[in-house]
C-alpha cells in the first residue's frame, strides 16, 4: 500500500547529492522543489515533470528564501521534508583566510541553511510533521583537516544548533537531523565547489599539502558513493524515528569512532583537573 506522496524541498540541487536526490525522488513519484543559484541549470538537467518545481533562489536572501518556499507551498499544498544541502568547501589555513572569505562561507552554510529552516517552520508546524535534514560533514564532528579550519566551524554550527532545533520542533512533531558524509565521489572536491584563499601564505606546508592531497589524490578517487549515500537518506526520512547524526560512509564511521575513543580517553586523562573546578 503506497503512503502518501511526500513533498520535499531541496538546497544546492544541480549538482552532488543534491541532484542525485531530485533524481531518485522523482523516479518514486514524490514532490520535488528543487533550488538552484541558477534555475536554468535544474531545467537543462531534470526533464520537465509533473512532480518537479525548479526554483532559482538565493540563498543568504531570505526574502528571496521566503518566495521560494511560498511558490512549493502554493504548489504543493505542503512541505514534507526540506534538506539544507547547499554549500561549499572553504580551503585555507586559518592566518590565511580573510574575514571576507569567512564570513562568506559562514553565510551561505550556516545562515543561509538557518534563512531556509525559519521560512520552512511555520508551514510544518502548521501540519504538525516534517522532517528536516541539514548536511553538514564529517568536518562538523571533527576537525583535524589542515586547511579546513573555517569550513569545519561551518559545518560544527550546524550540528550544534540542529541538536538544539531537534529539541524545540519535537512537541510539533518535526524531526531533526544532521547528516554527516564522509568522502562521497561527487564534484565538493572541483574549484567550483572547493573555493582556496587570495592570498597563499608558504610558511603553511601542511595546509598545502594537504590541499594538493584533495585536489589532486583524493577528488575523483573518494570511497562513498552517491547514489547509496541518497538512499539511504531516504530511508532515514521513511523512518518514524529517525536519527538525531546520520554519518554516512565507511570512513566516516572509522573517524568518527576513533574521535569518541580519542576523547573518552582525554577526558578520563584530565579528569582530576576537570572535577577540581566545583564549588
Not at 121 to 145: A, E, T
Amino acid at each position: 500500500m503506497k503512503t502518501q506522496t511526500k513533498t520535499w524541498f531541496i538546497t544546492g540541487a544541480s549538482k552532488g547529492l543534491g541532484l542525485e536526490l531530485v533524481q531518485q525522488l522523482l523516479a518514486k513519484g514524490e514532490n520535488v522543489a528543487a533550488t538552484s543559484r541558477n534555475r536554468s541549470e535544474l531545467e537543462k538537467i531534470i526533464a520537465d515533470h509533473a512532480n518537479f518545481l525548479p526554483l532559482q533562489m538565493d540563498l543568504v536572501n531570505e526574502t528571496n528564501v521566503k518566495t521560494a518556499i511560498d511558490e512549493t507551498i502554493s504548489r504543493f499544498g505542503r512541505i514534507d521534508v526540506v534538506v539544507n544541502n547547499a554549500g561549499y568547501g572553504l580551503l585555507g589555513a586559518v592566518e590565511e583566510l580573510s574575514d571576507a572569505e569567512a564570513r562568506q562561507n559562514f553565510d551561505v552554510n550556516v545562515f543561509g541553511t538557518l534563512n531556509v529552516i525559519r521560512q520552512a517552520l511555520p508551514q510544518m508546524r502548521k501540519q504538525q510533521s516534517g522532517q528536516i535534514f541539514n548536511v553538514s560533514s564529517i568536518g562538523g564532528y571533527l576537525g583535524d583537516f589542515p586547511g579546513f579550519g573555517i569550513y569545519c566551524a561551518t559545518k560544527f554550527a550546524v550540528v550544534g544548533f540542529s541538536e538544539a532545533l531537534a529539541m524545540e520542533v519535537k512537541p510539533f512533531n518535526i524531526n531533526v537531523t544532521s547528516v554527516l558524509p564522509g568522502y562521497f565521489r561527487t564534484n565538493f572536491l572541483n574549484s567550483d565547489s572547493l573555493v582556496t584563499p587570495k592570498n597563499i601564505m608558504a610558511d603553511y606546508k601542511t595546509t598545502r599539502e594537504s590541499q594538493q592531497f584533495h585536489q589532486d589524490q583524493m577528488n575523483n578517487n573518494q570511497p562513498g558513493n552517491p547514489v547509496k549515500g541518497v538512499k539511504a537518506i531516504i530511508e532515514a526520512a521513511e523512518n518514524q524515528n529517525p536519527p538525531l547524526h546520520l554519518f554516512l560512509g565507511s570512513d566516516a564511521y572509522a573517524l568518527a569512532k576513533q574521535k569518541m575513543e580519542n576523547m573518552g580517553t582525554e577526558l578520563e586523562n584530565w579528569k582530576k583537573l576537570t572535577v577540581s573546578t566545583d564549588f
